[in-house]
């Protein structure tokens, strides 16, 4: 799902309306966990992603959201910006369709996606509102693509296959007419410039921290969703989680990219690195990370974590134990009555959870979980920027 240095893109979008004052929520079980938030900020209401693998987009948009409201200055919550997710898949899949005939194939053609996906739509293409342009041609409220996908990747793979021993140059016609039918024609005089949102498209940058690339070097993550090739910046794991830190702290917000596929991310609004190896699987996206509501395990506050290391994280990756699976829209801290430090968590499953749509994820998660982070380079600490060699 997700890369992205310097000339990078968006995010999709967030959670409801936020409070000055600090708010304590409701326990997800009687007297279990009390948090009380320590910073937030600003993000758009939740969205679902429904029947759609799409979570890169929403995250990411919900991310860009944010970065427009800060950077306009928008205190009044009704002027707050809505992008369209489906503009951006749309074209994202557009792309995906030339690159992958291009190389014979040999490339993941599917739904998943990363945030440098949407940042190169939004930089090369614009954005464009919800109110202009919803993708839903097919007759459904919320997107339900599993019959594009399958039509997609059918005609991709039929091009590919090159029976006349020699491509047309109509071929990419037919990708335009498919995206055409199922998501509708783009009104192009409703694409806006995201420097007219106040968003510098070549301020985001993309971070991870592995060991089997040298640090303060970037490349491009090898995850199969990153078909994009995007590359992010390699920095040692307190680098990465003080980012994310001063990010919050200076008012800015974070794309999060990272897996879900653990018992300790529970369908009820926690993320908590419990010691299991147990995994969910089935249905719809939030089904296919954390199952049905009946089979969401019990997390305590006192679950006892793992603790997370630059060599235990390193080994989860390569074990796979750590995979692409979710993107999400970070936006603050909290911590819970023993002063546990948790991350503010905006998910694209709808109002779902104890906390309609925000995950509570442990600092522990956070540092074991998260595959790569995009945030405003302006949100980086300056020293950390000096060692990368970038202002």
Known sequence: MKKYILSAVLAAAVSATLTAQPRVA?????????FTTVKENPITPVKNQYRSGTCWCFSALSFLESEAIKAKNIK???????????????????????????????LNFAAGSDFGDVLEVAKTYGLMYQGDYSGLQYGYDLPVQGELDA?????????????????????????????????????????????SLGLNMDDYIGFTSYTHHPFYTAFAMEVEDNW?????????????????????????????????????FTRNGLAILVDTE???????????????????????????????????????????????????????????QNGAK?????????????????????????????????VNKNAVPKEILKKLGLK
Do not use: C
């Open 26 to 34: 409701a326990p997800v079980n009687p007297s279990d966990y009390q």
């Open 76 to 106: 009044d919550t009704t002027l707050y910006p809505d992008f369209s997710e489906m503009f951006v898949v749309r074209k994202a899949y557009y792309d995906r369709a030339i690159k992958y005939v291009r190389l014979n194939g040999m």
């Open 151 to 195: 039509v997609l990747k059918g005609y991709v793979s039929a091009v590919v296959k090159n029976p006349n021993k020699k491509l047309t140059s109509v071929w990419p016609k037919g990708v335009d007419g498919i995206l055409d039918a199922y998501m509708g024609v783009i009104p192009e005089e409703k694409i806006v410039k995201p420097e």
């Open 228 to 264: 994009r090739w995007t590359p992010s910046w390699n920095v040692p794991l307190d680098e990465f989680m003080a980012i994310i830190d001063n990010a919050v702290d200076k008012g800015y917000t974070v794309a999060w990219g990272g897996d879900v596929s653990e018992a300790g």
């Open 278 to 336: 147990s995994k969910a699987t089935a249905g719809s996206d939030q089904e296919r990370w954390v199952g049905k509501a009946d089979e969401a395990p019990a997390a305590k506050p006192t679950a006892k974590e793992l603790e997370v290391t630059q060599e235990s994280r390193q080994l989860m990756y390569d074990e796979k134990t750590s995979t692409d699976d979710h993107g999400m829209h970070l936006y603050g801290i909290a911590k819970d």
């Open 342 to 374: 948790y991350y503010l968590i905006k998910n694209s499953w709808g109002l779902s959870g104890e906390y309609k749509g925000i995950w509570y994820m442990s600092e522990n998660f956070v540092k074991g979980k998260t595959l790569n982070i995009v």
